[in-house]
């Protein structure tokens, strides 16, 4: 699949693509959805843990979505929505599969045993050369594939798909206070993990950086 990043919005405005697709244009969908491809393949990909499943769930939920499309609520954004037609096709998919547990989504931030900050260098700072080895980014992918649900979502749309906390808030229908802790508990998590392997590839006296998410 032929993911890329691309400003949300496009170039035209959706709610113009939107009502000019219903009105038999379309030809117009491919142009509305292309901004909105690398987040809901990242997005299917985070449930489904490899490509030609993500890429099934992707094109599903854009299929989905253009059958939809009459539905859609102009006050919602139109980004936020397909990500949840993504979320749901793809919980769907792995129930009828029966692959893995499924977890609740309403699980209190509040839960036993959740990470509390550790006093850690930050884990997304490495240096260039090490961002570009294979063995990192192996690394990176299988603790963020590791986190629980509930954290998992949060990080892929706001770290790695940089989606507003509003925007994340309403992709998985959450309140924006339940996104911001879920977010922290993710981050703290993914920290306890991965500084200790980080370190023996990342010298503390190189140049650092801030991963590109």
């Known amino acids: 699949m032929d993911v890329q990043r691309g400003s949300r919005g496009g170039d035209r405005d959706e709610a113009t693509m939107i009502a000019s697709i219903l009105a038999g ?3 117009l969908y491919h142009e509305l959805i292309r901004p909105h491809e690398r987040s809901v393949y990242m ?24 059958r ?15 990500i949840s037609i993504t979320l749901n096709e793809a919980r769907n998919r792995l129930r009828r599969k029966a ?9 209190p931030d509040d839960e036993p045993g959740a990470v509390s900050p550790a006093l850690l260098r930050d884990w997304r700072e490495v240096p260039s050369e090490a961002l570009e080895r294979g063995e990192v980014r192996s690394l990176i992918a299988s603790a963020v594939e590791a986190l629980p649900e509930i954290y998992r979502c949060v990080f892929v749309l706001r770290d790695m ?12 229908s959450l309140s924006v206070p339940a996104v911001k802790v879920r977010l922290h508990r ?12 980080l370190r023996a590839v990342v010298p503390a006296e190189k140049k650092r950086r801030w991963f590109p998410w």
């Open 186 to 197: 993710a981050r703290m998590m993914l920290q306890k993990q991965l500084a200790p392997q």
């Open 161 to 172: 798909e940089e989606m507003s906390v509003n925007e994340t808030a309403e992709a998985l």
């Open 43 to 66: 997005m299917a990909l985070s449930y489904m843990k490899n490509e030609a499943d993500a890429e099934d769930v992707a094109q599903e939920a854009f299929l989905k979505a253009f």
């Open 99 to 107: 692959a893995v547990p499924m977890e609740s989504l309403d699980v």
């Open 68 to 82: 939809a499309l009459a539905n859609f609520r102009a006050e919602a954004k139109f980004g936020t929505w397909l």
């Open 25 to 27: 244009e379309t030809q």
